[in-house]
């Protein structure tokens, strides 16, 4: 079938498409490119389904569900708007890392901030979030940058 993952690498991103499955957990993610790998290196998780910016519910929106099932498949995928779905990279031949992912410039991820902190630069603003259990991801402004 079009959406089977078990023979091997399906690095497929399938549009307009919601994955069913048991939820494992969700986490907000910039892209639908950091949600695959999130899932290719969250345990148990076979494939995910990511609500995009323009998704209907506002709390939603950069959405990763990651997911898994018995049979190693979605269900029955339903068609859906402005969700992207796919499938964990973990039974690719070659893996990308899952670390660094990319640094976004002038991005600000949407989700529940955990606090405010005054750090030493960047790469000490991401040692603490890499440091803290609940953060996924962090924004980093400079004092030169608020000036302005």
Not at 92 to 109: E, G, I, S
Not at 121 to 138: H, M, V
Request: a positive charge; charged letters at 20%.
């Amino acid at each position: 079938t079009l959406f089977r993952s078990t023979a091997g690498c399906t690095s497929d991103i399938f549009q307009e498409f919601e994955f069913s499955g048991d939820d494992i957990t969700s986490v907000f993610s910039p892209d639908i490119h950091t949600c695959q790998k999130i899932c290719t290196y969250y345990p148990n998780c076979l494939f995910f389904t990511f609500y995009t910016k323009a998704w209907t519910v506002e709390s939603q929106r950069n959405l990763c569900f990651l997911k898994t099932s018995r049979t190693g498949i979605p269900s029955a995928p339903v068609q859906k708007g402005n969700a992207l779905s796919g499938f964990s990279l973990l039974t690719c031949k070659k893996v990308t890392p899952m670390c660094p992912l990319p640094v976004l410039t002038d991005a600000d991820v949407l989700g529940k901030d955990l606090g405010t902190v005054y750090v030493a630069g960047e790469k000490a603003c991401q040692q603490l979030c890499s440091d803290t259990i609940r953060c996924q991801f962090y924004t980093y402004s400079s004092a030169k940058d608020r000036k302005s």
